[in-house]
């Protein structure tokens, strides 16, 4: 499509992780792998937290929420990153480009809000125990959740309008396997400054209001700890809050790296890998951290995967 005196690009070309092509069928096999063993993890999750009534708790009502997104993160990107890998056909439509990105950001958004509010739950049960029945009552829970989701969106459509309104002139080949805003950025002849400044302070502040929470929430959470005389005792509060830590060290360990942070630092390899990291191997690790260690959980899931094979036999 031409505009004045330039040619404006109407598709892009995704290069994925490697050109070389002796590496295709060795990373379709690992993708293929991370991609069905992440969402047959969360999946479980999922179904062993609605059908067992022990754990119909905020807790695991918002760990339910976080594997669903954890679930659409990775279909936004991997579904498509196998095809192109088996593929010598790798273009994507503008349309379906910013499409990918705004879902990619929108889910991105949405475990950032969720682990905050998982943060929160923990700050209540354990330093509000006598109010946490009151506090986490089913109506806040659900209007946490929908508030989580429904700013994830509307966040993500602000960043994906930007993106659409950006003047793409060539080259239009994507140094990575998904659109995401660090690559389309750097493929734009418009002026991005307005796009870094964006990311830079709304996207900063989102990002914050979910870490303070956070960091507020733990500093409370261990000052109650550190007030308990038992050991054990302290040890069985803080083994509530430990799985949770985790996942929060992965997710903003990643994003941080990929997002705050000026555009004419971004590194192609480091990216790549980063990238891979929270779209596959985070959801992927996600059940796993939650199930090893939680023994609620565990057993949940134990009874459920018993039941499924008892049906089977019959």
């Given at each position: ?14 290069l ?26 969360n999946a ?41 890998i ?14 990918q ?20 739950d ?20 659900i ?33 990575n ?7 389309m950025?750097k ?16 996207a ?15 500093i409370?959470i ?19 809050c ?8 992965l ?19 480091k ?13 992927l690790?996600n ?5 090893l260690?939680?023994?609620k ?6 009874r ?9 036999r019959?």
């Amino acid at each position: 499509m031409e505009n004045g005196n330039l040619t404006l690009v109407t598709e892009f070309v995704l290069l994925g992780l490697s050109e070389n092509p002796d590496h295709q069928l060795p990373l379709f096999i690992i993708f293929l792998i991370m991609y069905s063993i992440a969402i047959l993890g969360n999946a479980i999750i999922i179904a062993a937290i609605t059908t067992e009534s022990e754990l119909h708790s905020p807790m695991y009502f918002f760990i339910c929420h976080l594997s669903l997104a954890d679930m659409c993160l990775t279909s936004v990107t991997a579904p498509k990153m196998l095809v192109n890998i088996m593929s010598k056909e790798r273009s994507i439509s503008f349309s379906n480009c910013i499409t990918q990105l705004y879902f990619f950001v929108a889910f991105l958004c949405i475990e950032s809000y969720l682990l905050g509010v998982m943060a929160y739950d923990r700050y209540v049960a354990i330093c509000k125990p006598f109010h946490y029945v009151l506090v986490m009552n089913m109506r806040a829970n659900i209007l946490l959740a929908v508030g989580s989701w429904t700013t994830g969106f509307l966040n993500s459509l602000l960043h994906s309008v930007m993106i659409s309104l950006l003047l793409f002139c060539g080259p239009n080949f994507i140094e990575n396997f998904f659109c995401d805003i660090p690559a389309m950025l750097k493929l734009s002849c418009s002026d991005t400054s307005t796009n870094e400044l964006l990311i830079l302070t709304e996207a900063t502040m989102m990002a914050m209001a979910s870490i303070l929470t956070i960091v507020i929430s733990y500093i409370s959470i261990i000052s109650t700890i550190l007030r308990i005389h038992s050991n054990e005792g302290r040890r069985c509060t803080f083994s509530t809050c430990s799985s949770h830590l985790i996942v929060v060290s992965l997710y903003y360990g990643t994003i941080i790296f990929s997002y705050i942070r000026p555009a004419s630092t971004y590194s192609l390899q480091k990216d790549k890998v980063v990238s891979v990291m929270y779209t596959v191997v985070t959801p992927l690790v996600n059940p796993f951290i939650y199930s090893l260690r939680n023994k609620k959980v565990k057993e949940a899931m134990q009874r459920l995967l018993k039941r499924q094979l008892f049906f089977q036999r019959i």
